[in-house]
């Protein structure tokens, strides 16, 4: 009988590796504390609706890539193929707008889309974003984009590249529209398959391609920017002034465009070059008319998301180390003192340290082995005399300096046994 193994375009996420996942998610818990953004949960199906009013009928995302399904109760229902739209969904039902003044959200959890699974990019992989809701102001978008590169930072990227353009409003998209498919019309037969297929669809994606043919032809296509109002102008104009004079270099790229249609004005891409090709960890923009367009009121909106699995590639490549797991390591070998090593361990736990006990009941030697391998800073050891005379053995592991105490006195030295975990750390 054949194993059962994880469908296509999902992987397990293993121990060794959900450390790195913890360190993603406590580096951005931090950065974003620090620009007071409160974390948001939604759910991870909505209804298909959502995401065809949101994201746009035309998109690839829509047309090929959802995850849709039809419940017991006959409700069409999606996995979500990304955040936006379930976040500007939940400040409409939850009336978070009354509230006054900016929403500043983030969130972090798995997205579906039916792809060509590849390094970096899995059926279901995992997003963490930021939504800003409620300021038009080109503050917000400089200050979303300040947020996702300090977040960068953080994770030890050195030399982030800022991909940045506008795409306008929707009266100079639909403009640009018409004159992007006067210029490829002519073109037609030369596209590729999906490009021919875009031009009467959703012709500004084409602009995305990675064809080489179909970028030799786009080369000399009109630019948005000629279409754009003195108004749009204006804006793109102002983010880009704060942007450098908040110090942070950025490449203007006319044929940026991103794939969702309820982008407006600012769009950007962070790519991390040591990535290859797929070397974008951080996209997003502007979407001032997306809750307006689900049935809430004009709110104005920037936002952006980061790919985890990405991510982590880009952390294991900067080789970052999580943090330490366990702090102590605690071996045991007969009845009485492995009954003895379950209490300390516990009395340990409540102290507050992290406490790994070995189980196996095998020899001393083999569960020494496992200590060392464990990464705890500290093998305590209990065998027949220690359970006998109320004592345990303690061996700092890098130093190898041994010392005894008795048990009952653990709470007592608990302070001096974190100041030298302490002085390990740092």
């Not at 006959?74 to 009336?95: F, Q």
């Not at 196996?360 to 050891?381: H, P």
Request: aromatic share 8%; net charge negative; glycine share 8%.
């Amino acid at each position: 009988m054949a194993t059962v193994q994880a469908p296509r375009g999902t992987k397990d996420i293993l121990p060794e590796d959900v450390v790195y996942w913890q360190y993603i998610e406590a580096i951005a818990r931090s950065t974003f504390r620090s620009a007071a953004y409160q974390e948001i949960r939604t759910p991870i199906f909505e209804q298909t609706n959502l995401f065809e009013r949101g994201i746009g009928e035309a998109t690839d995302v829509v047309g090929k890539e959802m995850y849709t399904f039809t419940d017991r109760g006959d409700r069409s229902l999606t996995l979500r193929p990304e955040n936006t739209a379930g976040v500007a969904r939940a400040l409409i039902e939850h009336n978070l707008q009354a509230q006054g003044g900016v929403q500043r959200l983030w969130y972090s959890g798995p997205m579906f889309r039916y792809e060509r699974p590849k390094a970096g990019r899995q059926r279901q992989f995992h997003q963490i974003g930021v939504e800003v809701l409620g300021s038009a102001s080109p503050r917000a978008d400089a200050e979303a984009i300040a947020v996702a590169m300090n977040f960068l930072a953080a994770l030890g990227l050195k030399t982030p590249q800022l991909m940045f353009n506008s795409i306008g409003s929707f009266e100079d998209r639909k403009a640009y529209r018409e004159a992007l498919v006067d210029y490829l019309t002519p073109y037609k037969d030369d596209l590729d398959s999906d490009s021919q297929d875009r031009l009467t669809r959703n012709p500004l994606r084409i602009l995305d391609t990675k064809v080489e043919r179909t970028r030799e032809i786009i080369q000399d296509a009109p630019t948005l920017i000629q279409q754009m109002s003195s108004e749009s102008i204006q804006r793109f104009e102002q983010v880009q002034q704060l942007l450098t004079d908040l110090g942070l270099a950025y490449t203007i790229d006319p044929q940026l465009v991103r794939g969702l249609d309820y982008y407006t004005h600012t769009v950007f891409e962070i790519q991390a070059e040591e990535l290859g090709t797929e070397a974008t960890v951080c996209a997003g923009g502007r979407y001032d008319g997306l809750v307006e367009q689900l049935g809430g009121t004009e709110v104005p909106a920037v936002g952006w998301a980061s790919g985890v699995e990405r991510l982590l590639l880009l952390v294991k490549e900067h080789g970052a180390v999580p943090a330490q797991a366990v702090d102590f390591y605690v071996v045991s070998r007969g009845d009485r003192a492995e009954a003895n090593a379950l209490a300390l361990s516990q009395t340990l736990r409540k102290l507050g340290f992290a406490v790994e006990l070995d189980l196996s009941g095998s020899a001393f030697g083999k569960q020494f082995k496992r200590a060392d391998r464990s990464g705890a800073a500290a093998c305590f050891t209990l065998g027949d005399a220690e359970a006998e005379q109320g004592t345990v053995q303690i061996k700092w592991l890098a130093s190898g300096d041994q010392e005894e105490m008795k048990q009952d006195e653990i709470e007592a030295i608990a302070p001096n046994l974190r100041q030298k975990l302490d002085q390990l750390v740092s």
